[in-house]
DNA sequence: AAAGTCCTCAACCGCCTGGCC
DNA sequence: CGGCCAGGCGGTTGAGGACTT
């Protein structure tokens, strides 16, 4: 059995209060990020240096651009996604301002039932699967956003392991995979030949060296997205 | 107005990886 | 080479809120 990663009987869960987000912004402010095991002590936080780490990186850090998505933000994430499957970490390397967990929770919320409303598996970014069915009553949530025009995954599942399993397919993509281990014929239009996976965001200067060390972590994978410059981002519409 | 249903997203969990000794 | 540790990642959970009945 792994040890736990702190003594979690001395540490607080759950939601941040201000003032612990105070202490941990004025400590990174003064000592930067980085140690995040001792960190927790050093800021005088009840937390676990993980917790401290996630709540830096998903909510305090100043660069972050919150609130809706853009329409090339959407289309950006819809074609990684189809290259790099759930690397969530990946794709938001590529969206300035943008976490892996956004990312994920918006993929999640949002994109998977877009795709599945188009038709499209979002598994694996074919055509050809049956679009969920609407809900059986008319329900604004069948409509909840201009993002996600349609049915949604019935509540149930989150509970009902039986049902779950099945939904669970849904939600674990192997995009990346599939695209590695088999032709896509039916991939539309041809991802790897036709997109352009940059975006036009003026980038800050912290944001950029992220960036730059991000690129330089997936070097193997950023060869592959290097694609000559396409003016459009037009994908599914 | 109250109860029920469903969605969103912040946060947690456990595994993996790379660096160091 | 192997073990340990810290950081990073993806999957999952659950509280809170929006909305319907």
Not at 183 to 211: F, H, M
């Amino acid at each position: 059995m792994r040890k736990p990663c702190c003594d979690k009987q001395d540490t607080n869960k759950g939601a941040w209060s201000k003032q612990e987000d105070e202490k941990l912004i004025n400590y990174i402010q003064k000592h930067g990020e980085g140690c995040w095991r001792t960190l927790p002590q050093a800021a005088g936080l009840l937390r676990c240096g993980k917790s401290c780490r996630l709540r830096w990186i998903n909510y305090l850090r100043p660069d972050l651009k919150r609130g809706n998505f853009a329409e090339d933000e959407e289309d950006l994430i819809i074609k990684l996604h189809a290259l790099l499957g759930n690397r969530w970490s990946l794709i938001a390397g590529r969206l300035p301002g943008r976490t892996d967990n956004e990312v994920k929770n918006y993929w999640n919320s949002h994109l998977r039932r877009k795709l599945m409303n188009m038709g499209i598996d979002p598994k694996n970014h074919r055509l050809g699967i049956t679009k969920l069915p609407r809900p059986q009553s008319p329900h604004k949530y069948s409509n909840t956003s201009a993002t996600s025009s349609g049915s949604k995954v019935p509540a149930a599942n989150k509970k009902n392991p039986a049902v779950k399993s099945r939904c669970d397919n849904d939600q674990v993509s192997d995009a990346g995979s599939c695209l590695e281990d088999e032709p896509c014929g039916q991939l539309i239009p041809d991802l790897n030949l036709n997109l352009d996976l940059t975006i036009n965001i003026s980038v800050p200067n912290s944001v950029a060296k992220v960036e730059e060390e991000q690129n330089h972590k997936e070097c193997n994978i950023s060869k592959d997205l290097e694609f000559s410059p396409s003016p459009t981002l037009v994908l599914f519409r």
